[in-house]
T-cell receptor, first 112, second 113 residues
Framework: QKEVEQNSGPLSVPEGAIASLNCTYS??????FFWYRQYSGKSPELIMF????GDKEDGRFTAQLNKASQYVSLLIRDSQPSDSATYLCAVNLSNTGNQFYFGTGTSLTVIP | KAGVTQTPRYLIKTRGQQVTLSCSPI?????VSWYQQTPGQGLQFLFE???????NKGNFPGRFSGRQFSNSRSEMNVSTLELGDSALYLC????????????FGPGTRLTVL
């Protein structure tokens, strides 16, 4: 079983819609969770991080964490064509430092 | 503030050779992590260095090694290259408090022939 799993997609949504991306992880001791966006040919860039159960909002993005269900999600409201990219979920498995494990990513296409 | 830099950006090597990649973190960042990205396996954690010491390690063979210098710059070495080592190698830096935000460099594209 992989440490972090995501639906690979592709996921297509119309412009202005809500895109919902999901991620599950296997290590119950994981403490910190991240969403990165990666455009084709570019390196990953951070969108959001979340440490506590519940929702965290930043502009059009909302991250949701449920540690009991070992589930992290990212909602993108008012999706724009520029949001078309691969979204990577990452979980830090280390209690001392950084040992990030990434899902294989969900490809999102926003259709104008 | 300048971002994470990696050199070289592209490398072509042949099987059996060795290669050294370099990463300069964001100023003030003390943690450097290395990742291998391939289409089939995605982003895989290699190791993390903090204060010149390897603090965390992924599941890669001993052919993959690294080090960190007192100015936090890091190098990664791959010995006895195999065809399967062809990948994008990314480094990421963070302040180093653990579980903090990592910022990625542009990567080094390694091709093994």
């Amino acid at each position: 079983q992989k440490e972090v799993e995501q639906n690979s997609g592709p996921l297509s949504v119309p412009e202005g819609a809500i895109a919902s991306l999901n991620c599950t992880y296997s290590d119950r001791g994981s403490q910190s969770f991240f969403w990165y966006r990666q455009y084709s040919g570019k390196s990953p860039e951070l969108i959001m991080f979340i440490y506590s159960n519940g929702d965290k909002e930043d502009g059009r993005f909302t991250a949701q964490l449920n540690k009991a269900s070992q589930y992290v999600s990212l909602l993108i409201r008012d999706s724009q064509p520029s949001d078309s990219a691969t979204y990577l979920c990452a979980v830090n498995l280390s209690n001392t430092g950084n040992q990030f494990y990434f899902g294989t990513g969900t490809s999102l296409t926003v259709i104008p | 503030k300048a971002g994470v830099t990696q050199t070289p950006r592209y490398l072509i090597k042949t099987r059996g050779q060795q290669v050294t990649l370099s990463c300069s973190p964001i100023s003030g960042h003390r943690s450097v992590s290395w990742y291998q990205q391939t289409p089939g396996q995605g982003l895989q954690f290699l190791f993390e260095y903090f204060s010149e010491t390897q603090r965390n390690k992924g599941n890669f063979p001993g052919r993959f090694s690294g080090r960190q210098f007192s100015n936090s710059r890091s190098e990664m070495n791959v010995s006895t290259l195999e065809l399967g080592d062809s990948a994008l190698y990314l480094c990421a830096s963070s302040l180093g408090s653990g579980g903090d935000t990592q910022y990625f460099g542009p990567g080094t594209r390694l091709t093994v022939l």
